[in-house]
């Protein structure tokens, strides 16, 4: 933006030249110096309209890449929180994700109160007997994850790689605990996925933080910092959430 201000502004005082070249420089000069000004006035006319015109397709492509790379990342999310609940934690290694949505089962359970003895309160109460609650968990059966979740796709098979921008590019992928509590996270750099635009373009990219953007340098889904598991974008780039 400050550099198509600058531009609009020599344009404006080259236009106020031309006008005072017009009144006070002699005849035989004039025709030579009004061409030369006019070349510049649209060679600056020129350079503010590409860079204009280059920003306006940096944000067409953005959007694009940036949709392809959250629905993978939004798989990746997916599949962590059904790995998380078989096993009580995420994993940060892709094999041993992809090879869980190739085979797990996730129990489907239901939950049901019983009355009991309460053995402990009878003694204490001289045998008169006392009941208590417990809960029961019951798994009435298995769904697989696979179908569940891609529904016939194969695409799980390569959750790992980015699919666009710098070729051969791979998510990301980290898990731990914060407090007891499972976390993990998936991310890839804005430049891995923007590679091959305007490197000016790009670090601006970067540094966005607005609430219709995708803040900071790189695509996310949950965190390490905190036990979180949403991505960092808006809703606007995908249809999946």
Known sequence: MNVIIAIVVIIILTIGIVW???????????????????????????????????????NELKQKRFAVVIDRLIDI?????????????????????????????????QRRDTLVLDEERTKAFGGVETMKTLTLIDTLSYYSVKDSLFNGSDRYKKMMNVGIGKEGAKFTLKAGKIDEFPVFEASIDKSVILDGQEPYLIEKEKQVMSVDGVNGPALTVGSMDEVFTKGNWPKSYTNKE
Request: net charge positive.
């Open 77 to 109: 999310r997916d599949s962590q929180l059904a790995y998380k609940d078989v096993n009580g934690s995420y994993t940060d290694s892709f094999d041993k994700l992809i090879n869980f949505v190739e085979t797990g089962k996730v129990p489907i359970t």
């Open 20 to 58: 005072l070249i017009d009144k006070f420089v002699p005849k035989k000069i004039k025709p030579v110096l009004n061409i030369l000004l006019w070349v510049l006035i649209i060679f600056l006319g020129y350079t503010t309209y590409m860079s204009v015109y280059r920003e306006i397709e940096f």
